[in-house]
């Protein structure tokens, strides 16, 4: 089921009241059908992928949690096995039969390209990841296995989460079940207002940049000006953050209005200081799942359990450049079956390799100086970085990125005017949203008639413009991961 | 107390959200966005000759065109008209006022043939490209009738409205003959369209839940059956604000944007070699444009468009008309303000019933005479 849908509220309006009158075990009975039956509105066939998961992985921990040293590890085996196999099949099957067949046919062996189409289920990136960190966890005897089948599988398929994260760990989720709160009108009144500001930047901003994107990236590479290659690795850097952020706002209010808070998984990650930044900011539930499952024990470094921190301590450590290049690869190709995404990770350990070297030579400038200046060095990198991520090829890629660096393709404009004009005022409203944010909204006590006046008229804004763009006119750009 | 003073504030908000809908749609003004270039001095006109429908714009109405034919045609050999909204579009209009399609209609049926117009507004010439490809599989089209505007070499993308037609696996095939064919037929699927509500669920169970619960809350809830007018109006807002912080008008000068005129040339390119392949005579010529004023073009860049337009045409073994200057300063006029505030602005693509005489008689002659070397 998609968020940005009438059928989405529906199933919050049926679902949230009958939540808090329900009993403890009757409210994750219900959680658990609500959260198959808003997967099953997707495809009702891949319910059974879903369950699958979900059950090895509750089993697995269970033996794992009274088994020998030797026998956990098989279990854990077993338990990886399962979901990478889930993984490799659905996401990335074809992606190796493709590249063998081009290898085998470099060294003549006149193979035909395989034409068979595997739909990928979705969300299974995010889930496969959740339940894998469950039993890593419990095998490293960070936690217990949960006996209780009905709560583990409510926390791996709770519905705001399911298809696109944040990915939480059990620690996170099970003891707010557990907790059985008591109904508060706050939970509704905080959960609707991010559930608002999601659909805002989905339907109203995401969702009317995308047209412009997809047009610019299908232009052909020779009547690109550099220009036009800068305006849209900013224009897709916006359209993927106000797309992505978006559902994270949707979810964390969803799971909100059932009194379960979440952890954020954005914070202006365009306003990050350094690369390291960025990842402390940006996707932070992967970021920080990248970091104790992949990165610190390819490091071997000690890990964390929780899905907050982003990529903080990874990034600051001088360890392994092959364990940063290796996390980098896997989580580009986390994130799609293709070499661009690969690109893209390489190229963001690329940037982190490089922030470890330069930045010790501003060790004597203004803190200051270092933080706004960090700003204005690092966002057209990260927004460069996007490229591959859109691209429909390396081939694509590198030419754009070979545009950059021809002086001669500064002189002109191949965009319709309007693309300039919004990218622009996206960079300024991001810019100044966090400024405003920060000075109008927290050190003003003295305006607080004024700030609650403006508040009102925002969300007023924000409500007429979402009930007139509500349209699920396309899915959130994660769903594809 | 901060908690509950914020949680008034939301109620407020929401309320307010609503409240704000209903102060709008009681300015029961329903803009089209597509249409708004034309303003409130110049009109569409669709004509339906004799209960037989002889012009639509694109698949939205395109089978009753195409059943006219069926029933009326006859097996006449089809004349095919594809245009912009010059072609739809009167100018200060006046009762019994006819287009140049509806002129052109009549006077093809003395001769026994049928002459078929479809326009959409700012049509670019790939949408002409897969206009034609559908027409060809639906109608035997013998000759196509093709103006180029300069301003809709600007313009780019597939309107959903065209969209149906790619599902049809021969007008892909037809497309497939060219490289930009292909790629517009595969890419379509996987691009955005804000035109398609429900383009997010294609595939998914929660499809047909998402139309039955859009259609009851339609018949129950005015504000929700009133969105596609409160869309137009927003962007409206935001079009004329751009324009007023600006100073953009309808005589500001417009430049070529290369990504888009290399598509669009390429789209030119293999829709004549389309029609080449399918024995279809072609007449491609340059509008008609106001010469009274200083053009809203870049002089250099409209020459330079007109010459490679003709060559093309020319070295495709096709007829090509430069019609820029048979209608005279009287029959233009002016169009609503494009701006927050601003008087009306001069019109340079629409023009009077009287420009569309002109207009049908340089068309009809121009066929007669590629007729008659035949």
Not at chain 1, 422 to 432: A, C, H, P, W
Not at chain 2, 301 to 313: G, L, N, P, V
């Amino acid at each position: 089921m998609i968020f940005n849908s009438l059928t989405y509220l529906v199933l919050l309006a049926v679902v949230v009241p009958l939540y808090w009158i329900l009993s403890y075990r009757a409210r994750l009975l219900l959680i658990f059908t609500a959260s198959i039956t808003f997967y099953g509105f997707w495809r009702v066939e891949f319910i059974p992928v879903l369950i699958f998961s979900v059950v090895v992985d509750w089993w697995v921990a269970l033996r794992m949690y009274s088994a020998s040293e030797k026998k956990r590890f098989r279990l854990l085996l077993i338990s990886i096995g399962a979901n990478i196999g889930l993984l490799f099949y659905f996401k990335y099957l074809m992606f190796f039969v493709d590249n063998s067949v081009s290898l085998a046919n470099i060294f003549g062996a006149k193979l035909d390209p395989v034409l068979v189409n595997i739909i990928l289920p979705l969300g299974i990136s995010f889930y496969t990841f959740q339940t894998i960190s469950y039993t890593v966890d419990v095998y490293r005897r960070h936690i217990n296995p949960e006996t209780d089948f009905l709560l583990y599988a409510c926390y791996v398929t709770f519905f705001p989460q399911l298809v696109a994260g944040p990915i939480l760990r059990v620690s996170e989720v099970i003891k707010q079940f557990v907790e059985r709160k008591a109904f508060c009108l706050n939970h509704i009144f905080v959960g609707s207002r991010r559930i608002l500001y999601g659909l805002f930047l989905k339907v109203v901003v995401a969702d009317n940049i995308a047209p412009l994107v997809d047009q610019g990236y299908s232009m052909p590479i020779e009547s690109m000006s550099a220009l036009d290659v800068w305006t849209l690795a900013f224009l897709f850097g916006f359209q993927i953050y106000f797309d992505f952020s978006a559902y994270s706002h949707i979810a964390l209010g969803s799971a909100r209005l059932l009194g379960i808070v979440f952890p954020e998984n954005f914070n202006f990650p365009y306003l990050a200081s350094s690369p390291r930044d960025f990842w402390r900011r940006w996707h932070i539930s992967l970021s920080s799942w990248i970091r104790d499952y992949l990165y610190l024990p390819l490091a071997r470094v000690k890990v964390l359990d929780r899905s907050v921190g982003g990529l903080s301590i990874a990034t600051s450590k001088k360890g392994d450049g092959r364990a940063l290049y290796a996390t980098w690869a896997i989580m580009g190709l986390w994130h799609g079956a293709n070499w661009t995404f690969v690109l893209w990770g390489i190229y963001h350990a690329l940037m982190i390799s490089v922030y470890r070297v330069v930045s010790p030579l501003g060790n004597g400038l203004n803190e200051k100086f270092k933080s706004v200046g960090g700003v204005f060095l690092t966002l057209p990198f990260m927004m460069l970085g996007w490229i591959p991520f859109r691209a429909e090829s390396l081939n694509q890629t590198f030419a754009m990125w070979g545009k950059v660096f021809d002086l001669n393709a500064y002189f002109w404009l191949g965009m319709r005017e309007n693309t300039y004009l919004i990218t622009f005022i996206l960079l300024i409203g991001m810019f100044s949203s966090s400024f405003l944010r920060k000075v109008f909204f927290t050190n003003s006590p003295l305006l607080s008639r004024g700030k609650q006046l403006l508040d009102i008229t925002a969300i007023a804004v924000m409500v007429a413009l979402v009930i007139v763009f509500l349209r699920p006119i396309s899915q959130f750009i994660y769903f594809q991961f | 107390m901060t908690l509950k003073t914020n949680n008034i504030r939301t109620a407020l908000g929401f309320l307010g959200g609503v409240a704000l809908l209903y102060v709008f749609m009681s300015n029961d003004n329903p803009v089209q966005f597509e249409e708004l270039a034309l303003g409130e001095t110049t009109e569409p006109v669709y004509t339906i000759v004799d209960v037989k429908k002889i012009h639509c714009s694109d698949m939205r109405n395109s089978r009753e065109c195409i059943a006219a034919y069926e029933e009326f045609g006859r097996e006449q050999p089809v004349s095919l008209w594809l245009g912009n909204s010059q072609v739809h579009a009167i100018n200060q209009p006046k009762p019994n006022d006819e287009t140049a399609a509806t002129k052109l209609h009549r006077r093809f049926q003395l001769h026994d043939k049928y002459f078929l117009t479809y326009s959409q507004p700012n049509a670019n010439l790939q949408e002409h490209y897969i206009l034609f490809a559908h027409m060809i599989t639906n109608i035997p089209v013998k000759t196509l009738v093709l103006p180029v505007v300069f301003d809709d070499m600007r313009e780019d993308g597939i309107r959903t409205s065209l969209s149906s037609s790619l599902s049809d696996p021969i007008v892909v095939q037809q497309l497939g003959q060219g490289e930009l064919g292909l790629k517009l037929s595969e890419n379509y699927l996987s691009q955005s369209r804000p035109e398609n509500d429900l383009a997010g669920l294609n595939d998914t169970e929660q499809e047909r839940v998402e139309r039955v619960l859009s259609e009851i809350l339609s018949e129950s809830w005015s504000v929700w059956a009133s969105r596609p007018s409160f869309r137009g109006q927003f962007l409206n807002f935001l079009y004329m604000s751009r324009n007023w912080i600006f100073g953009i008008n309808p005589s500001t000068t417009r430049k070529i944007i290369p990504g888009r005129y290399v598509l669009n040339i390429q789209a030119f390119s293999e829709i004549l070699d389309l029609a080449a392949n399918k024995g279809i005579e072609v007449l491609v010529y340059i509008v008609p444009l106001r010469n009274d004023v200083k053009r809203p073009y870049h002089a250099d860049q409209y020459e330079a468009f007109k010459s490679e337009i003709e060559t093309i045409t020319l070295q495709k073994g096709f007829d090509f008309s430069n019609f820029e200057n048979i209608v005279p300063p009287d029959f233009w006029g002016f169009k609503s303000s494009t701006t927050i505030g601003g008087d009306l602005e001069l019109d340079f693509m629409h023009f009077t019933a009287d420009g569309h005489r002109l207009l049908a008689e340089s068309i009809y002659r121009k066929l007669l005479e590629m007729g008659s070397k035949q």
